[in-house]
Each structure stands twice: as C-alpha cells, then as structure tokens.
C-alpha cells in the first residue's frame, strides 16, 4: 500500500511538473531533500535535550519535531530561493528539460514528500492501530518503508561531504529505537506482616 501511494503522489508531483519548467521544480526537490535531511539529523537530539518535550508531547515528540524543523527549513530556503533565484533569474533549457525532465523531476519530489510522511506516521502510536498499519507500512518490512527518507538522506549527506559515512544510519537507528518514550517502572510495595522466608529466631 504505502509503495503505491508514493507512487500515486509522485505521479501527481510529475503532472504539475510536466506544466512547469525544470528549473523551479529542481529547486523544489533540492529544498525538500535538504529539509527532510535537517529534521532528521537536528530534531532528536532537540527532544532528547529538551525533556520537557517529551513530557507534553509524549511519544509524538520525535515524529512532530523532525516535521515542524522539516516545515520551517523548506519555508524559509524555498522563499529565499524564490525571491533570489527561480523567481528573477529565467533560465532557457532544451524544450525536452523543461517538460520530461521537469516531470521527472516533480516525481522524485512527490515521492520524497510522501516517504516522508509515511516514515513520520511509522514512529508515532498512530502506527499501532492495525489500519493504520496496513496504510503506512502494508506487508513491506520497516526498512523498505524508509527506504526513501534514508535513500534522500544519504544522497544529501554524500553530496555535502560529510566526514562520517555511517551517520545516517546510525541516527535512523537511534529514531526507530528512541521515539517510545521510555517507560519509568517503580518497584511494587513490598506485602505488610512479616518476610515468610525470614528465618525465626531461636528460641
């Protein structure tokens, strides 16, 4: 299910694509790629500084935080690259560009955008219910699900020159195995009367 409907939006994403320019749909996919890379590598490290978070948010504190960094990064880059880049400068590509590859383009951004969402609906409770389950991850296993977010991740943390190879998955990791928020269990009262397996005293 979730893999058809990455393929369903993507195909959404490739049709309005198709209509605009490869330009302006290229900085789409490079704004989302970067925003969805940000919320991953900043938003846990924020909730597990921050306790408080935890406290009102529960086990939504990973999945909110890694959307809310997400949303405000592709905010303000995607209006800065409008304002100094796709939205002043008109760049001439061949016609096939500016209409396949403006598609293509469109489609890898609408799949990117939907891995996402399903990646953020896999680390809440919501993931528990048994309908919700079938629609965010069906019969494929959690990391063909996230195949997406880390396949994004990756190509971000490739092309940025980043020195540790594995720090991609080793934060994913940490979110999948993290974002319960860990249960504090207290010792159970011990039975009032005397201890049975105390020895009497002689007499």
């Not at 504190?61 to 880049?85: E, N, P, R």
């Not at 799949?111 to 809440?124: H, K, Q, R, Y």
């Not at 996230?146 to 980043?162: A, E, P, T, W, Y």
């Amino acid at each position: 299910m979730p893999k058809l409907i990455i393929i369903v939006v993507g195909l959404v994403f490739a049709f309005l694509g198709y209509r605009k320019t490869w330009y302006p749909r290229w900085a789409l996919l490079f704004n989302v790629l970067i925003s969805v890379y940000t919320g991953i590598m900043t938003a846990p490290q924020i909730v597990d500084k921050f306790p408080v978070i935890r406290s009102y948010l529960g086990n939504f504190s990973y999945s909110a935080g890694i959307l809310t960094i997400a949303i405000v990064f592709f905010i303000v880059i995607q209006s800065l690259a409008f304002k100094f880049f796709t939205g002043v400068y008109v760049v001439s590509f061949p016609k096939i560009l500016n209409s396949a590859g403006a598609a293509v383009v469109g489609f890898l951004a609408g799949s990117v955008i939907a891995g996402f969402l399903f990646f953020l609906i896999n680390i809440t409770p919501l993931s528990d219910f048994p309908a919700v389950k079938f629609f965010a991850q069906g019969r494929q296993s959690p990391d063909q699900v996230n195949s997406v977010v880390l396949g994004s991740c990756n190509f971000v943390h490739d092309i940025s020159l980043q020195p540790s190879p594995t720090a991609i998955d080793s934060q994913m990791e940490k979110i999948l195995a993290d974002w319960r928020k860990p249960v504090v269990r207290t010792d159970s009262a011990k039975p009032s009367g005397p201890d049975p397996l105390q020895s009497h005293p002689e007499e």
